[in-house]
């Protein structure tokens, strides 16, 4: 009789502390329920009585960025509107990347203002996503300020974003930015800085960065601002700009007749 008991009264233990286990997660399989598609599917049903979810806020954005620049220019100009309003006011830093993206297509005189925004976002990721924008534009300003965010930003990763976005860019501006970024301390942003180079001047001067500050005119010494305000001084052969074009020099023939860089 005495066993029956014990037996009974650790049986309402155990059952007890079980009841308080799982009540904090609806029931001993929450877990498995939270696997199951199912409820997962129905979570989301329930929250879209509520609103619109940021999962749909998404693929709306996501949309909204492939097909923006095929918009006239009036829906463009609509859309401006709340994308900027939406990298302003956004908590989600998700919805607030996807903005500039979109923005970064647009055909309108307002993007570059709105895609300035995003550089100034606390979010690093949008940030980033600001950058590639800018390499995707035509304007000159969008050079300039990726430019500028090389030489005032203190995140790395936003730094390598606008050095790789100036690849996409002519002229002095990027040139000046890169010659810096050659002279930096970090082989994977002299790297990148090479990287860009090669698509700034369409020349390939190899691996070295001292190959590449002889071929467009730079030295360990310069302190050219990224922004392109003032001229390096000069430790070889200078890249020559004109009417938006670059061009090189000839290079010193060695005793076999053929150029090489020093």
């Known amino acids: 009789m005495q066993k029956l008991m014990a037996r009974t009264l650790v049986a309402c233990v155990l059952l007890g502390v079980t009841s308080v286990i799982s009540g904090c997660h609806d029931g001993p399989l929450y877990a498995l329920k939270h696997v199951n598609p199912y409820f997962t599917m129905k979570e989301w049903r329930a929250d879209d009585q509520l609103g619109v979810t940021d999962h749909?806020?998404?693929n709306q954005l996501l949309k909204l960025a492939d097909t923006i620049d095929s918009l006239p220019a009036n829906r463009q100009a609509y859309w401006s509107t709340h994308l900027s309003k939406m990298v302003e006011m956004d908590p989600n830093p998700e919805m607030r990347r996807l903005a500039i993206?979109?923005?970064g297509k647009m055909r309108t005189g307002t993007a570059i203002g709105l895609i300035e925004k995003g550089l100034k976002d606390d979010s690093i990721k949008v940030r980033m996503e600001a950058c590639r924008a800018l390499g995707n534009r035509r304007e000159a300003q969008a050079a300039s300020l990726l430019a500028s965010t090389y030489g005032s930003e203190t995140e790395l990763d936003v730094q390598?974003?606008?050095l790789a976005a100036l690849a996409n860019h002519k002229g002095q501006v990027?040139?000046?930015?890169?010659?810096?970024?050659?002279n930096d301390r970090n082989p994977a942003t002299q790297s990148l800085a090479m990287q860009s180079l090669r698509g700034v001047t369409g020349k390939d001067f190899g691996q070295r960065p001292d190959a590449w500050l002889k071929a467009i005119g730079g030295s360990e010494s310069?302190?050219?601002s990224p922004s392109g305000i003032g001229a390096p001084p000069s430790a070889g052969p200078a890249v020559q700009v004109a009417d938006g074009k670059l061009s090189f020099p000839s290079l010193p023939a060695d005793s076999n007749g053929s150029t090489q860089l020093r």
């Open 222 to 224: 310069s302190t050219t």
């Open 174 to 182: 990027p040139l000046n930015s890169l010659r810096i970024a050659l």
């Open 56 to 58: 749909e806020r998404r």
């Open 160 to 162: 390598h974003a606008a």
């Open 101 to 103: 993206s979109a923005a």
